[in-house]
């Protein structure tokens, strides 16, 4: 089946310049998650949305960071005024989650990777 | 809070001999635990997670982890590596907690490389 599709796959980009990453996740999968993946680093945790609710979106860096998922299903994290430090992999992850047990596996898509010149 | 540790971020071993990735933890409440592969250019691949279950879980390609709570530890291994195995591998933890949806905190990671 499908799995977690990100696009585009590379994107290039001047500083000052906003930018639109898309993730469209495993259908039926009420969760998304985004992360943020700097060069020889671990993933860092960016935001969260249950459906179309963003639960927590305590790991954005700054206010040019956005995020929406209006339907519940794709979602959009958008970076406005883009500076160099946002030089980075961006991934989207869903799971099926279910209730308030949180031990589901999230499923990854191949990311993002972002280039601020 | 949460918290993981991976211990040394390159491991070198050759084919055929045993592969130990080793990963500590911290967490307020009780922790749920994931080890994810990562082959270059490509997102995250689940390998094996603990869950309360049972404190050896084995995984997908070979590999397994033992929870130990005393040593607040959750260590990888494989008997015998492959040339495949060459990738890098990230140590994750999550927690009950209300509203979080059970985000990841990851390790720094650690490259495996096998030698032939």
């Known amino acids: 089946g499908a799995g977690v599709s990100q696009s585009p796959r590379y994107k290039v980009a001047k500083r000052g310049q906003d930018v639109a990453l898309r993730c469209d996740p495993i259908?039926?999968?009420?969760?998304l998650f985004w992360y943020q993946q700097a060069l020889g680093q671990g993933p860092e945790f960016l935001t969260y949305?249950?459906?179309?609710?963003?639960?927590?979106k305590s790991g954005l860096p700054s206010d040019r960071f956005f995020a929406e998922r209006p339907e519940g299903s794709v979602s959009t994290l958008k970076i406005q005024r883009t500076q160099q430090e946002d030089s980075a992999v961006y991934l989207c992850?869903?799971?099926?989650?279910?209730?308030?047990?949180?031990?589901?596996?999230?499923?990854f898509g191949d990311g993002t990777r972002l280039s601020i010149l | 809070a949460q918290s993981v540790t991976q211990l040394g971020s390159h491991v070198s071993v050759s084919e055929g001999a045993l592969v130990l990735l080793r990963c500590n933890y911290s967490?307020?409440?009780?922790?749920?635990l994931f080890w994810y592969v990562q082959y270059p250019n490509q997102g995250l691949q689940l390998l094996l997670k603990?869950?309360?279950?049972?404190?050896l879980v084995k995984g997908i390609n070979g590999f397994e982890a033992e929870f130990k709570k005393s040593e607040t530890s959750f260590h990888l291994t494989k008997p015998s590596a492959h040339m495949r195995d060459a990738a890098e591998y990230f140590c994750?933890?999550?927690?009950?907690?209300?509203?979080?949806?059970?985000?990841?905190?990851f390790g720094q990671g650690t490259e495996l490389s096998v030698k032939p």
């Open positions: 992850a869903s799971s099926l989650f279910v209730g308030a047990t949180s031990n589901e596996a999230q499923h």
């Open positions: 259908s039926g999968h009420v969760s």
């Open positions: 949305f249950q459906n179309e609710a963003q639960l927590d």
């Open positions: 967490s307020s409440v009780p922790p749920y």
């Open positions: 603990y869950t309360s279950a049972a404190t």
């Open positions: 994750a933890v999550s927690g009950l907690v209300y509203n979080q949806g059970g985000k990841l905190i």
